[in-house]
């Protein structure tokens, strides 16, 4: 009683607080008021139910319990996937398979959606990198997507180059510029950092926006022609398929590049950097080097992907690069949870292609990211799919047990 | 012709000082408290200039005497944006107190959006403009340079700011508030409610974000529902130049950049006013971190 006593309070409170903005609409105009009272009350309601499950979310977090449980079948695949190879193999194919086969099955529309998607895949992946291996929490990665884009456009704008000579130069310009921000912020960290990082990124885009005689300012650069194929002319659906290929052929080599990434010597120094980062210090972990490749290692993909959205639209300007790209690629971060690769594989299709298809939904994506971000810190710190970490064991060390093995030497 | 000049954006950019110190002021008492970076403060500031438009809507509409519009609009903004602060912290930061520091930042960019995307959606995406609500005042005449709403601006900042550092150093609370910035576990011990102190911490910052949403509404005339994120930007940048934590550094911070941004727009060019602040903000960070008038403080293990 005294749970529903309480939320009744916190739908009265919150009726109160949003009154103004949610049930006045003043037209200056005409000068006159529209009043919405049926927002309140719906309003109520919903606060009402929702106070509710946040006091039940509290208690089963106090206990100890898990907050969303997938169902058991689910929590059994997801084991399965995880521990038993001949199961991960399958559902691997499986998978491969189906996104193979997705463009030829599918309408054109389809594909440039799930172009889109594959594109915040390896832009979340990449920010995986610094944000949830390396602890390093950068707010302007959009600015090196944006030089990936702008590198690939001024190059052939000016000179002339082509997509594949600017596919490797647009992750290298994102390298410098992932370390030329890197130098001057590596004694700062946490709070301080992300700041900083945001500030870059709109200074990036502010550059961007207020240099027309090299970037075209607001309007951008048009007509960036689309990858070629050994000089094959190729009509756009086409060309569309042939990109969705090269954006699916990218985040593979990404997941593997990372996964590969994750236990290697550079990895781990990486999220010893996150976990605490005097201890890491202590340990005769060089802060400088691990802190430069976290960026440089995560910016680069934002190079490609930028240098592949330049080629995919045709068309970019500074309008595609502004903090809410970045605060979007950061709650996929989030939401798939911090150092794990398929769970950031999945944030990012759910957040990129749920709006797509559920249109009524579309216009509180970003009401819905802001929340998520809130609400997956408080009750899931560590994400939908939790990274998971390589665990040694003593048998594998005594030699007793050849199932764990691949872990006998750090 | 020169100094004409010179003096106009002299008190142009103490007008935009002010408003910048009022926000900034939010900053820097969450983070001496709570050591954390409220990112959905400009949010705060939006709000607050919302409030007063749709107040001041309703009562010009149903015929209130012009005169008090501009006050019962203040202190509707006031009211609502204490309300809004109090209820942030207590949804977004308080289940986060003791979590890895990552985290109540990440919920504070979160409920930025939100807020944000709340006032798009609720109201409108496109700019608004904001009534004209200030008295007459004849006796600015005389002073060409300063108009009504840059001497309302600086009048009122000024006693907000006095108001506050009175309030600071004189009273229980104030005392409280000082004492939990200090030492958070010692004062617990002291039987200072530390919850308590962190919600008028809230309370205090959002009522001057308010009142700075208001005054600039009332000067620029137009709102939407972005102006939180640069205004927010600018203000944090305030308070790190002045030293984040430090109640005078965000004054002095912000009127330096105040000023810093009129000479620029005046004298350089329009264009970068934005990128200056940025700038500033980065430069800060990265060579002296604790700003002009902050302590410098001793990491520990």
Not at chain 1, 43 to 49: A, H, I, M, Q, S
Not at chain 1, 68 to 78: E, K, M
Not at chain 1, 170 to 181: D, E, H, I, P, T
Request: include cysteine.
């Amino acid at each position: 009683m005294p749970r529903i006593a309480k939320a009744l309070l916190c739908a009265v409170w919150f009726m109160l607080l949003t009154f103004p903005v949610m049930c006045i609409q003043v037209n200056s105009i005409d000068n006159s008021v529209h009043w919405h009272f049926e927002r309140a009350l719906w309003l109520g309601c919903g606060v009402f139910v929702l106070a509710l499950l946040w006091d039940w979310c509290f208690a089963r977090k106090a206990k100890g319990q898990p907050i969303i449980s997938f169902g058991h079948g689910l929590t059994r695949l997801a084991a399965n996937l995880r521990g038993d190879p001949r199961c991960r193999l399958g559902g691997l194919s499986l998978l491969a398979v189906g996104m193979l086969l997705m463009p030829l099955l599918s309408s054109i529309y389809q594909t440039n959606i799930m172009i889109a998607a594959l594109l915040y895949v390896m832009l979340a992946l990449g920010l995986n990198i610094v944000v949830g291996l390396a602890g390093q929490l950068v707010l302007g990665y959009v600015a090196f997507y944006a030089v990936g884009a702008y590198s690939y456009g001024l190059l052939h704008q000016f000179l002339g180059w082509g997509f594949w000579t600017c596919l490797p130069v647009g992750g290298l310009l994102a390298v410098l510029f992932g370390l030329a921000l890197g130098f001057p912020v590596l004694r700062l960290r946490g709070d301080y950092l992300a700041i900083v990082t945001l500030g870059f990124g709109e200074i990036v885009r502010l550059t961007l926006l207020n240099w027309p005689s090299l970037t075209g300012g607001p309007a951008g650069i048009s007509n960036i022609p689309r990858p070629g194929l050994f000089g094959m002319d190729m009509d756009i659906n086409a060309s569309t398929i042939y990109i969705y290929y090269l954006v699916l052929a990218a985040v593979v080599l990404t997941i593997v590049v990372i996964s590969r990434l994750k236990n290697s010597r550079v990895g781990l120094a990486l999220q010893a950097l996150r976990e605490d980062e005097i201890a890491c210090e202590a340990m005769g972990i060089d802060i400088t080097r691990v802190k430069l490749s976290a960026f440089a290692l995560g910016s680069c993909w934002a190079g490609f992907a930028g240098v592949i959205f330049a080629a995919k639209t045709t068309y970019i300007n500074p309008s595609s690069f502004g903090f809410m790209e970045s605060a979007m690629i950061l709650s996929m971060v989030v939401l798939g949870g911090m150092g794990s690769i398929a769970g950031v594989v999945i944030a990012a299709m759910i957040l990129i292609l749920a709006p797509e298809y559920l249109r009524a939904f579309s216009e509180y994506r970003m009401l819905i990211f802001g929340a998520i971000m809130v609400v997956m810190m408080i009750f899931r710190p560590q994400g939908l799919v939790s990274g998971e970490r390589r665990r040694y064991s003593i048998t594998a060390l005594k030699g007793t047990a050849s199932a764990s093995g691949q872990g006998g030497q750090a | 012709m020169d100094i004409e000049f010179f003096v106009e954006l002299f008190f142009g950019g103490l007008t935009r000082g002010s408003i910048y110190a009022l926000i900034a002021l939010g900053y820097t008492l969450v983070y001496g408290i709570i050591e954390l970076i409220n990112f959905a403060h400009g949010e705060v500031y939006m709000l607050g200039a919302f409030t007063a438009l749709l107040v001041a809507g309703v009562l010009g509409v149903y015929g209130f005497p012009f005169g008090g519009i501009l006050i019962v609009a203040t202190l509707a903004a006031i009211v609502w944006c204490a309300a809004y602060g109090f209820t942030l912290e207590k949804v977004a930061y308080k289940p986060l107190r003791g979590a890895p520091r990552l985290s109540p930042l990440i919920s504070a960019i979160g409920m930025s959006i939100f807020l944000q995307n709340y006032v798009l959606l609720a109201q409108t995406p496109d700019f608004v403009p904001f009534p004209y609500l200030l008295p007459e005042m004849p006796f600015l005449d005389d002073l060409a340079v300063l108009s009504p709403s840059n001497f309302l601006i600086l009048m009122v900042s000024t006693v907000a700011m006095i108001v506050l550092a009175l309030f600071i150093r004189y009273t229980r609370m104030g005392k409280a508030m000082r004492a939990t910035a200090q030492n958070r576990k010692m004062a617990l011990l002291l039987g200072i409610n530390a919850d308590k102190i962190i919600s008028l911490t809230f309370i205090i910052g959002s009522s001057l974000a308010a009142l700075g949403g208001v005054l600039i509404a009332s000067h620029m005339q137009v709102i939407n529902y972005n102006i939180g994120f640069l205004a927010g930007m600018k203000a944090f940048t305030a308070a790190v130049l002045g030293g984040i934590g430090s109640i005078p550094g965000a004054m002095v911070g912000g009127l330096v950049l105040g000023l810093a941004e009129s000479f620029t727009t005046g004298y350089v060019s329009g264009n970068y006013e934005d990128i200056l602040a940025f700038a500033i903000l980065i430069l800060i960070l990265i060579l002296r971190p604790d700003g002009i008038l902050g302590k410098a403080k001793v990491q520990k293990v």
